[in-house]
């Protein structure tokens, strides 16, 4: 590390250890009180990223280096480890996990490290719950569903060609159109769950990450509808007084604008 990083760090754990003896806030602290705004902190993170926007993800990402130290901080004083503890680690674990960049394995692509890898965490921990067993329960359930899909994969259980994926999610929508005609929501949302889970499979097989995609869309769908309004209001009427055909129309000179 050079020596403007190390002093950068020293430099951000003295002020934690300022703040923990001074101020009536970081005093009050707990592990369960940071943990909500550690996940609000990670989520602004996401949206900088998305955004990119560079000044906002340097922002965010002191945020976040800000709760490592805290969190350590906090170990500190009951004694259970410290920030070195924490940094020192990582680094075993980066290295133990790299075996062709520290070791004699050979990984010549990124397909090869990532099976090497999720053997090894496998291996390390050996999870009574198998091959599964490190997804966190609390993760939202499209990245949930990604990661396991990685991790079955991982260990072999794929489909042998990624345009496979497509007879999957056919199967799937015409399962979905089935339950509709049953009107049995119970079973419908079933199946809405597995054709969900093997769009995101096929995000996974295509190299496209869905949580990421999804928002864009989202963010996308945003700006056309707010241009919409505007459009509407422009003309001196509410918008849901648009015939179909007129909000169809406002529709799509939003999207031509996009080009």
Same mark, same amino acid.
């Given at each position: 590390?050079? !020596? ?26 707990? $592990?369960?009180?940071?943990?909500? &705004? ?6 602004? @993170? ?11 993800? #340097? ?17 500190? %004083?009951?004694?259970? +480890?410290? $920030? ?31 099976? &090497?890898?999720?053997? =090894?965490? @496998?291996? /390390?921990? !050996?999870?009574? !719950? ?13 990245? /949930? ?5 990685? #991790?079955?994969?991982?260990?072999? $259980? ?11 999610? /056919? ?11 049953? #009107?049995?929501?119970?079973? @419908? ?5 597995? =054709? +969900?889970?093997? @769009?995101? !499979?096929?995000?996974? =097989? ?13 963010? /996308? $769908? ?16 509410? +918008? ?5 055909? %007129?909000?169809?129309? =406002? ?9």
């Amino acid at each position: 590390m050079s !020596n403007k990083n190390a002093d950068a760090m020293l430099r951000l754990i003295e002020v934690m250890d300022t703040l923990r003896e001074q101020c009536p806030w970081d005093r009050e602290q707990t $592990f369960d009180s940071l943990r909500h &705004n550690t996940i609000e902190e990670t989520y602004e @993170l996401v949206d900088a990223i998305t955004d990119g926007n560079m000044d906002g993800i #340097k922002e965010e990402l002191g945020d976040l280096l800000l709760h490592v130290v805290f969190y350590s901080k906090l170990a500190q %004083e009951r004694g259970a +480890f410290d $920030f070195a503890d924490v940094a020192n680690a990582e680094c075993d674990k980066l290295i133990y996990r790299h075996p062709h960049v520290y070791g004699d394995i050979h990984a010549d692509t990124p397909e090869e490290v990532k099976r &090497n890898w999720e053997a =090894l965490k @496998l291996r /390390k921990k !050996n999870r009574k !719950n198998g091959s599964l067993g490190g997804v966190p329960q609390s993760l939202p359930a499209l990245v /949930k569903a990604y990661r396991i899909g990685e #991790k079955a994969a991982g260990v072999g $259980f794929d489909w042998e060609k990624r345009e496979d994926v497509w007879d999957k999610v /056919k199967e799937e929508t015409a399962e979905v159109e089935t339950e509709i005609g049953s #009107k049995d929501k119970q079973r @419908l949302e079933s199946e809405f769950g597995d =054709l +969900f889970f093997a @769009l995101v !499979n096929a995000c996974r =097989l295509y190299d496209i990450d869905p949580e990421l995609a999804l928002e864009r869309t989202n963010k /996308k $769908f945003i700006a056309r509808f707010n241009g919409m309004e505007e459009q509407a209001a422009a003309q001196g009427r509410a +918008f849901r007084e648009l015939s179909a055909a %007129e909000k169809n129309e =406002l529709w799509e000179q939003q999207k031509q604008k996009e080009h």
